[in-house]
């Protein structure tokens, strides 16, 4: 069973010692995400930053609590539902996930994702928070230095900056 809620509450214990805010932990999980995926332009991508609480059945049939210490050794396979206004057909994603047990608390790992009709499935190993980064697929950098393409595909000129001098004609006199 999984519960998951928008946003962090508070630093988990397991990275207190790491980082002194929610704000701090957001920071560093965008951009461990956003290094993971060389076509997603910063200006662009949003993300989601969960809380997720994993749940097992223990040997007498009842919910309880995945901790370090009872995480199961094989992990946990969830399916985390996609932030509202995406889909797989028209995102693509990125799933961080910060590790706050062990010796390897306060460490951010990119999971391994497969998208489905309902979510996405990933495979814990340990507890959250977990942050999902997304952008629409093949969007267009509008930015003023990207190369723009005509209709007919080539490539137009990168737009001027301003500066108009001709500092060949300059060198040529020099010499």
């Known amino acids: 069973q999984v519960d998951i809620?928008?946003?962090?509450?508070?630093?988990?214990?397991?990275?207190a010692d790491q980082y002194t805010s929610v704000?701090?932990?957001?920071?560093?999980?965008?951009?461990k995400a956003l290094e993971a995926n060389s076509n997603f332009k910063k200006d662009l991508v949003k993300s989601v930053l969960m809380d997720i609480t994993l749940k097992v059945k223990n040997a007498d049939g009842e919910w309880e609590i995945v901790t370090y210490e009872n995480f199961?050794?094989?992990g946990v396979e969830t399916l985390i539902p996609y932030?509202?206004?995406?889909?797989?057909?028209?995102?693509?994603?990125?799933v961080a996930h910060m590790i706050t047990g062990g010796e390897k608390a306060g460490e951010i790992e990119i999971l391994d994702h497969v998208l489905e009709?309902?979510?996405i499935r990933v495979?814990?190993?340990?507890?959250?928070?977990?942050?999902?980064?997304?952008?629409e697929k093949d969007v267009k950098d509008t930015s003023v230095n990207a190369?723009?393409?005509?209709?007919?595909?080539?490539?137009?000129?990168?737009?001027?900056?301003?500066?108009?001098?001709?500092a060949g004609v300059f060198g040529t006199v020099l010499f």
């Open 72 to 74: 199961p050794k094989e």
């Open 83 to 94: 932030p509202a206004g995406t889909n797989k057909d028209k995102f693509d994603f990125v």
């Open 117 to 119: 009709e309902n979510g």
């Open 123 to 135: 495979k814990f190993t340990s507890m959250s928070p977990v942050m999902v980064m997304y952008q």
């Open 147 to 166: 190369p723009t393409k005509d209709p007919s595909g080539t490539v137009a000129a990168v737009p001027k900056t301003g500066d108009a001098s001709s």
């Open 5 to 15: 809620k928008n946003g962090l509450e508070k630093v988990p214990e397991g990275v």
């Open 23 to 31: 704000e701090e932990i957001e920071s560093t999980l965008f951009e």
